[in-house]
């Protein structure tokens, strides 16, 4: 029961996600149709730049592109490609790990942590920004909040 209702939780945080990613998406398109439009508005923005939630919404966007075949849609480490893996893929949402660790993990790969070399380097694909967003986004789906 307890893990039906969290993978619940995380399938409204993706449908919110995507809910919100197709009015941007209107939003932009709407913006690009018409002609003369006023410049971007700073103000009434669907989430603050700064806040934890842009981060974890862009985190997602990370995630989705990066990460989703091993670790799996609920972060569970049960991705298409995770039966591939031995060590399987980490179950993120129960990582013990702190946000430095993952951030590591994340840009430097499971092999230059004495880890399995089935955990990437995202270094020179990912840009610090995508790297702490990301992390962001395992903290958002993870139990522990440190
Ligand atoms: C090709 C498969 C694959 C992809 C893609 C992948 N990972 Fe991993 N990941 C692994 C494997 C396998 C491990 C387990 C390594 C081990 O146990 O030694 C792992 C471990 C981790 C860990 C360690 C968790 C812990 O508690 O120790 C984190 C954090 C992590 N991955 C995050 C990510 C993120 C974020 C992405 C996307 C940017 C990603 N991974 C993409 C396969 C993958």
Redesign the pocket.
Known sequence: MQGKRTMNGLAVRWLRAAALAAVAACGAWTALAEENSPPPRTDGALLPRDSTDAAVFRGGL??A???????GINAD?N?R??R?????????R????NDA??GL??RRG?EA?G??P???P?GE??TDE??ND??A??RSVNGQHR
């Not at 592109?65 to 670790?71: A, E, G, K, R, S």
């Not at 591939?84 to 993120?92: E, G, K, S």
């Not at 129960?94 to 790990?97: C, E, G, L």
Request: with cysteine; hydrophobic share 45%.
């Open positions: 990370v995630y592109n990066y990460c989703v075949t091993c670790h480490g991705g490609a995770a591939l893996h031995n060590p399987r893929p980490a179950n993120l129960a990582s013990d790990k660790y993952i993990i994340v499971g942590l880890r399995a089935g955990m990437p995202w694909e990912l995508q790297i990301v992390t986004f395992v």
